[in-house]
């Protein structure tokens, strides 16, 4: 006879990945927050010392030019943080409101907010958000704005089917045989019954968004070459790969983890908002 005790080990997997991923992406928050106080200043320059291996004093190595590889992956935490959110924070923006007027609209406004996702949607993002790159010029901002232009169709879509399934619920039905006017209906019924399931989406949206934005960077278009953004400090480092590896390694590490975390959290969070017990 064979004893069994504790949890599954599939269950407590399940418990332990999300738990790992908050825990991660918290030190991140904390890396992009407070960058002076975790690792000092990112500008100290040692040619003498380029190049380095990991090791002692340097804990993920030197760049070529013998600056902390620790130090400037954690000073870039904030920009790729910052990228990621707030190119977001644009899509959905411009998606909510773009579903709205669809779902909302009539029949011609629905039409034709469709028909126009759908073109940006037949487009591949990173080719939609080089184009808008190209209009407004490379920096930051352009690459915020062309992830954002790239994310909003797939916002919109959604949000307009939330739009038509609420709007057809018994309370707004309710709401409008009481008198309501249309604003206020929407106002308290609609909208904050639309909104939820945006947050869950966003979230997943975020590591995307870094992705994004560290691949335009590493093309150039991002923030200039000075800049800690992860990207950015790929882009600086494929020129030394059969020099060191540790300048291109770290920095990929950290858009991979912190993206992997984002999705593990983000899928927690659904989990959890559609009422699922993925423990």
Same mark, same amino acid.
């Given at each position: ?64 030019? %013998? ?111 009481? %008198? ?100």
């Amino acid at each position: 006879m064979t004893a069994t005790t504790g949890l599954p080990p599939t269950t407590s997997a399940r418990r332990l990945a999300p738990a790992l991923a908050v825990l991660f992406l918290v030190l991140v928050v904390l890396a992009a927050a407070f960058p002076d106080l975790l690792a000092g200043h990112a500008d100290g320059v040692d040619p003498l010392n380029a190049l380095r291996g990991p090791g002692a004093g340097h804990l993920f190595g030197t760049d070529q030019l %013998g600056r902390d590889i620790f130090t400037r992956v954690i000073h870039g935490a904030r920009a790729s943080l910052a990228l990621g959110i707030g190119a977001t924070a644009l899509a959905a923006a411009a998606g909510i409101a773009w579903g709205l007027v669809a779902g909302l609209g009539g029949r011609f406004a629905d039409e034709t907010a469709m028909r126009a996702a759908d073109v940006f949607m037949s487009v591949p993002p990173v080719l939609l958000a080089l184009l808008v790159v190209a209009i407004l010029g490379a920096g930051g901002p352009s690459v915020a704005v062309a992830i954002a232009v790239s994310l909003a169709p797939g916002f919109a879509r959604i949000v307009r089917v939330q739009t038509l399934v609420v709007k057809e619920a018994g309370y707004v039905r309710a709401a409008t045989a009481l %008198g309501l006017r249309r604003r206020e209906i929407i106002g308290r019924h609609i909208v904050p019954n639309v909104l939820p399931p945006m947050l869950v989406l966003a979230t997943m949206n975020v590591g995307q968004s870094i992705i994004a934005g560290a691949s335009l960077s590493f093309l150039g278009l991002g923030p200039q070459q000075s800049s800690e953004e992860w990207g950015s400090l790929l882009a600086q480092a494929r020129d030394y790969l059969q020099d060191a590896w540790a300048p291109a390694v770290f920095p990929g590490l950290a858009i991979t983890l912190t993206v992997i975390s984002i999705s593990v959290a983000g899928r927690a969070v659904q989990a959890r908002f559609e009422g699922r017990d993925d423990r």
